[in-house]
């Protein structure tokens, strides 16, 4: 890759000399990137792609045969960025950021969720996921001018050309269908019919009933806690024994009980999400309890670090009067 990159660079350095012989000739950085990436094209793929309309190219690296990606639909992904120096700026692959030395346990390494049609993907990706089929790995060669999200005064998210390595693993038309489903494969596999209240969306169990009567709303309490993906990656949690345990510690966070005070799920001041927030109303002082839950009573479309529309796994013990 050095031998390819110092070819790269004598020929930028060889049209910026030629540039400056022309003094009437001024190239752009979008030109100089052409360049660069005609280049990288011809010594790395003997001009044998070609680019879309829009400049991408992409490489199908393995052919899936399931469903095809529409527009609206939802896309799991696991994918890494690189440049032209094959030097990655982010990774979902957890071996690859352990090659790389860059790997941590705080990291969320796994699939993600891609949203088609919505201006959240850069525009030369999507271009490119809307030709794939799920079971699909491609390479998507992206030049930094489709890298914004093709809305009006979107900016771009790369300065440069970046190799977008892209699996495509499953294909979703019904998202909410779809985390349904996934809600109850969970339920079936860990829990079954031993839950005590089950819906679509909220599951609910007992380990320990505490003492007195259920906890009401505008009651003062206090509550240990472990919040968990589905996959059991742990996101967040007050005890300190378990962020050790999962190696998530930080010296900058403080293991205390959480004080928190009941409060309807339409107020806005909760600080915890919805579903926290309806287990506590099925508890009593001194109990525990585990639940999960669906993204519309957790963070929703909100992107957190570990992606979004992420259903929510809970443990949660309240203290004791």
Not at 148 to 166: L, N, R
Request: with cysteine; charged share 25%; glycine share 8%.
């Amino acid at each position: 890759m050095n031998r390819i990159y110092n070819y790269l660079t004598l020929t930028l350095l060889g049209t910026l000399a030629l540039a400056s012989c022309a003094k009437e000739v001024v190239e752009s950085d979008e030109d100089i990137e052409k360049k660069v990436l005609d280049a990288y094209i011809k010594v790395v793929y003997n001009d044998a792609i070609q680019p879309t309309s829009s400049g991408i190219y992409i490489i199908k690296e393995r052919q899936g045969d399931g469903a095809g990606v529409e527009e609206d639909c939802g896309v799991y992904v696991r994918y890494s960025i690189r440049d032209l120096k094959d030097n990655y700026s982010t990774t979902t692959y957890a071996d690859v950021a352990k090659q790389l030395g860059s790997y941590a346990d705080s990291t969320y390494y796994g699939p993600v969720l891609w949203e088609v049609g919505y201006y959240t993907i850069v525009t030369g990706v999507e271009e490119a996921l809307m030709k794939c089929r799920e079971g699909d790995k491609i390479k998507v060669i992206l030049p930094s001018w489709m890298s914004t999200f093709g809305y009006s005064g979107s900016s771009k998210q790369h300065s440069s050309t970046v190799i977008y390595e892209i699996e495509v693993l499953r294909v979703v038309k019904d998202l909410k269908e779809y985390l349904t489903d996934t809600l109850a494969s969970f339920n079936n596999k860990y829990y079954g019919v031993n839950m005590d209240t089950t819906s679509s969306d909220f599951y609910f169990k007992t380990l320990n009933h505490g003492e007195g009567d259920t906890l009401k709303i505008g009651e003062s309490v206090n509550i240990w806690y472990v919040g968990k993906l589905l996959d059991g990656y742990v996101f967040d949690t007050n005890i300190e024994d378990t962020a050790r345990k999962y190696r998530i510690y930080s010296s900058s966070n403080s293991y205390t009980a959480l004080s928190h005070t009941l409060t309807d799920t339409t107020s806005s001041e909760s600080s915890l999400v919805d579903g926290f927030e309806i287990s506590l109303w099925r508890m009593s002082h001194g109990g525990e309890a585990v639940t999960f839950f669906s993204p519309s009573l957790g963070y929703g479309s909100t992107s957190k670090s570990f992606g979004l529309y992420q259903p929510l796994f809970f443990y949660i013990k309240v203290e004791k009067e």
